[in-house]
């Protein structure tokens, strides 16, 4: 779930002729149903791989194709349509790219309307190109993305995976949801102030085996996480996360490391901080397990009530902290910012996020949380019920602060 950034926003979507240019009808309807006002500019190859109609139908607006009419016969008032355009929206997607359109771009053609409309452009500019694996890194392709960046553009970078032609490699369209993600955080004003930093991540429950059929677990969703994993790569950073099980999905781009127990998270956590600058361990830890695993399924026969518990390792505690950012969570139910501080106290870390479970559509499963960031100091940043898209980011702010 999004945030209410789009709401109201002017979007123009730029269409480039690209066999993923089908995904763009995707882009537009959940832009829209996100309360985003989207008009798109298609180039004349475009219409190879899309009717436009389509996208008119999708956006409820206009499309643009041609810079002229096709005809002039019966007189024709055209303005500077390409400067209102320009003018009017609050952040342009091209989506999919095309190397021949980000070329254009680069060296400032502007012999279509696409084209056109970029070089008048006043907001920022998010591309997402997509080639077939050779196009997409051929050293000029490269060469013209790294120039687009330096004149501002977001990018979106392609993603590996089948491709059109038969092949498996780097060039497919990143998804819509990751592009939707991207515009969000530009909407939103985060900027990419994590590049070149390391952020370990953990999400999600640990499963407790009682036996193979049954387990002690907890109502985690890993929602919070993978948010954070995601606006944590979109701001810049290299992230790897670590989850218990997990119906959430996470970009290709990012590191799964995907585990079951309390455990095996230790046991990831150890491996992957020393190369990390950063944890933030969101993952709700089984503070109990079994003593012992069964090997066959308890009968009901059998006293399953009398299972011994004991405590699984404190991760947070047990970690070796030196040089190293430490984010934990804390999940309460009363006297919250006191237990909260005690935590942060207790682990000797350096923030702590407050979730109520008193809040209504906070905590455990849903979409949106409410959090309160508390620091060393003892400093309480509280923050409104949100998106957890928003809150991860809230979240890395107080984090980049710090690093």
Same mark, same amino acid.
């Given at each position: 779930?999004?945030?209410?950034?789009?709401? =109201?926003?002017?979007?123009?979507?730029?269409?480039?002729?690209?066999?993923? @240019? #089908?995904?763009?009808?995707? !882009?537009?309807?959940?832009?829209?149903?996100?309360?985003?006002?989207?008009?798109?500019?298609?180039?004349?190859?475009?219409?190879? /791989?899309?009717?436009?109609?389509?996208?008119?139908?999708?956006? =409820?607006?206009?499309?643009?194709?041609?810079?002229?009419?096709?005809?002039?016969?019966?007189?024709?008032?055209?303005?500077?349509?390409?400067? $209102?355009?320009?003018?009017?929206?609050?952040?342009? *997607?091209?989506?999919?790219?095309?190397?021949?359109?980000?070329?254009?771009?680069?060296?400032? /053609?502007?012999?279509? @309307?696409?084209?056109?409309?970029?070089?008048?452009?006043?907001?920022?500019? !998010?591309?997402?190109?997509?080639?077939?694996?050779?196009? #997409?890194?051929?050293?000029?392709?490269?060469?013209?993305?790294?120039?687009?960046?330096?004149?501002?553009?977001?990018?979106?970078?392609?993603?590996? &995976?089948?491709?059109?032609? =038969?092949?498996?490699?780097? &060039?497919?369209?990143?998804?819509?949801?990751?592009?939707?993600?991207?515009?969000?955080?530009?909407?939103? +004003?985060?900027?990419?102030?994590?590049?070149?930093?390391?952020?370990?991540?953990?999400?999600?429950?640990?499963?407790?085996?009682?036996?193979?059929?049954? /387990?002690?677990?907890?109502?985690?969703?890993?929602?919070?996480?993978?948010?954070?994993?995601?606006? @944590?790569?979109?701001?810049?950073?290299?992230?790897?996360?670590?989850? +218990?099980?997990?119906?959430?999905?996470? #970009?290709? %781009?990012?590191?799964?490391?995907?585990?079951?127990?309390?455990?095996?998270?230790?046991?990831?956590?150890?491996?992957?901080?020393?190369?990390?600058?950063?944890?933030?361990?969101?993952?709700?830890?089984?503070? #109990?397990?079994?003593?012992?695993?069964?090997?066959?399924?308890?009968?009901?026969? $059998?006293?399953?009530?009398?299972?011994?518990? *004991?405590?699984?390792?404190?991760?947070?505690?047990?970690? %070796?902290?030196?040089?190293?950012?430490?984010?934990?969570?804390?999940?309460?139910?009363?006297?919250?910012?006191?237990?909260?501080?005690?935590?942060?106290?207790?682990?000797?870390?350096?923030?702590?996020?407050?979730?109520?479970?008193?809040?209504?559509?906070?905590? /455990?499963?849903?979409?949106?949380?409410?959090?309160?960031?508390?620091?060393?100091?003892?400093?309480?940043?509280?923050?409104?019920?949100?998106?957890?898209?928003? @809150?991860?980011?809230?979240?890395?702010?107080?984090?980049?602060?710090?690093?």
């Amino acid at each position: 779930m999004h945030s209410d950034s789009f709401a =109201g926003k002017k979007i123009l979507l730029g269409v480039t002729g690209g066999i993923a @240019a #089908y995904k763009s009808c995707l !882009l537009v309807r959940n832009l829209v149903n996100l309360g985003a006002e989207v008009r798109v500019i298609m180039t004349p190859s475009a219409l190879q /791989f899309i009717a436009p109609l389509t996208l008119s139908t999708l956006s =409820g607006n206009e499309v643009i194709i041609n810079i002229f009419p096709e005809s002039q016969v019966n007189g024709v008032s055209l303005k500077t349509w390409h400067i $209102e355009y320009a003018l009017w929206a609050d952040l342009m *997607i091209i989506a999919p790219a095309t190397t021949n359109t980000i070329a254009k771009i680069v060296h400032g /053609f502007c012999d279509n @309307a696409l084209t056109t409309v970029v070089s008048a452009l006043r907001c920022p500019l !998010l591309v997402a190109p997509a080639a077939d694996m050779d196009m #997409y890194s051929n050293k000029v392709a490269q060469s013209n993305f790294a120039k687009l960046k330096e004149l501002g553009a977001h990018i979106v970078e392609a993603e590996k &995976g089948h491709l059109a032609s =038969g092949l498996s490699g780097i &060039g497919r369209l990143a998804d819509p949801e990751k592009i939707i993600d991207a515009a969000e955080i530009i909407l939103s +004003g985060f900027t990419r102030d994590l590049v070149g930093k390391k952020i370990l991540v953990t999400a999600g429950p640990t499963y407790e085996d009682i036996d193979p059929v049954r /387990f002690i677990g907890n109502r985690s969703s890993g929602k919070m996480g993978y948010n954070i994993a995601k606006a @944590a790569f979109l701001r810049g950073a290299e992230v790897t996360l670590i989850s +218990g099980p997990s119906a959430e999905k996470i #970009y290709t %781009d990012i590191n799964l490391v995907k585990i079951r127990s309390a455990s095996e998270m230790k046991q990831a956590v150890d491996e992957h901080l020393k190369e990390n600058d950063a944890l933030i361990m969101s993952a709700a830890v089984a503070d #109990y397990r079994p003593e012992t695993k069964k090997n066959k399924k308890i009968k009901k026969e $059998e006293n399953i009530a009398g299972i011994k518990l *004991i405590q699984t390792d404190d991760i947070l505690s047990c970690i %070796d902290k030196k040089n190293k950012i430490i984010v934990g969570f804390a999940l309460e139910t009363d006297n919250e910012i006191d237990n909260a501080k005690k935590k942060l106290s207790t682990k000797n870390i350096d923030l702590i996020i407050l979730n109520s479970l008193n809040e209504q559509n906070a905590g /455990f499963e849903f979409d949106t949380n409410k959090i309160s960031v508390i620091s060393r100091s003892g400093e309480v940043k509280s923050y409104p019920v949100m998106s957890k898209f928003q @809150a991860a980011n809230q979240i890395l702010s107080e984090l980049h602060g710090l690093l």
